[in-house]
């Protein structure tokens, strides 16, 4: 009986932990989400983008970071999909400045926040893109 009462609290004691411990967070631009957006997806993304995120998100307004920033714009892709929303659907501030609830769409639900996210990384993309095209032609 001590044996099998050993063995159970072994088994406990590895199961618990490993059931407890969230996973890391998939890079947006891995996440499924991102790879599998639909083109109306991205126009519903693109519509609030252009109604509410462009105001800072476009130019580095209000501390907010230019798309062309490849190196900020890759390590927040790695923060993760849910991790961008909330930040955007609660607000956040951080050291670029601060981010207000919703994005300023106030309008706006969470499933239209979120692909508006996605947008916003499709943007940043084709902007470093852009930027690199540029930047190789002055050469």
């Known amino acids: 009986m001590y044996q099998l009462f050993n063995a159970v609290l072994i088994l406990v004691s590895f199961c618990i932990p490993g059931c407890t411990k969230k996973s890391d967070p998939v890079n947006i631009y891995e996440s ?3 790879q599998s957006i639909t083109k ?3 126009v519903v993304g693109e519509s609030i983008w252009a109604t509410s995120c462009f105001r800072c998100h476009r130019y ?3 501390g907010a ?12 892709a ?26 300023f769409c106030n309008l706006c639900d969470e499933d239209e926040i979120k692909k508006s996210v996605i947008y916003t990384f ?5 902007a ?9 032609s002055n050469l």
């Open 32 to 34: 499924k989400a991102y």
């Open 40 to 42: 109306k997806g991205l």
């Open 60 to 62: 580095g307004h209000n």
């Open 65 to 76: 970071v230019p798309y062309e920033d490849k190196d900020y714009w890759d390590k927040s």
């Open 78 to 103: 790695e923060k993760g999909l849910d991790a961008l929303h909330k930040s955007v659907w609660e607000g956040y501030k951080g050291e670029h400045g601060v981010m207000p609830a919703k994005g």
């Open 122 to 126: 499709h943007l940043a993309r084709k």
């Open 128 to 136: 470093q893109v852009a930027k690199q095209k540029k930047e190789q």
